[in-house]
């Protein structure tokens, strides 16, 4: 079971910038598929965007497409995600997690880092 631990949230004003990352423990990262969810207060948790294996192809949510960038080091076992432009709906705990597939749910998710947005 990998293990996965995010960093890099705070509190930004609507316009600013943040960038997430998520270190994973083990040899096999490369093998994984990666994403990055959000859960906002009340609502349940939501897609953000996802990053295959090589890094060459990424998947975003269109409330976050243009204004996030999802990336990864394989040599660093990391995930991250660019977040510029912030608004206040952007306020959530994101999580990272881990795929096997991306036909499959993940298999493993980290603890969540808040990001909180001020307008």
């Known amino acids: 079971q990998v293990q996965l631990v995010e960093s890099g949230g705070g509190l930004v004003q609507a316009g600013g910038s943040l960038r997430l990352s998520c270190a994973a423990s083990?040899?096999?990262?490369?093998?994984?598929?990666m994403g990055w969810f959000r859960q906002a207060p009340g609502k349940e948790r939501e897609f953000v965007a996802t990053i295959r294996r090589s890094g060459g192809s990424a998947r975003y949510a269109d409330s976050v497409k243009g204004r996030f960038t999802i990336s990864r080091e394989n040599g660093q076992n990391t995930v991250y995600l660019q977040m510029n432009t912030l608004k206040p709906e952007d306020t959530a705990v994101y999580y990272c997690a881990a795929f096997y597939s991306e036909y499959e749910n993940p298999f493993s998710w980290g603890q969540g880092t808040q990001v909180t947005v001020s307008s």
């Open positions: 083990g040899r096999t990262f490369r093998t994984y598929l």
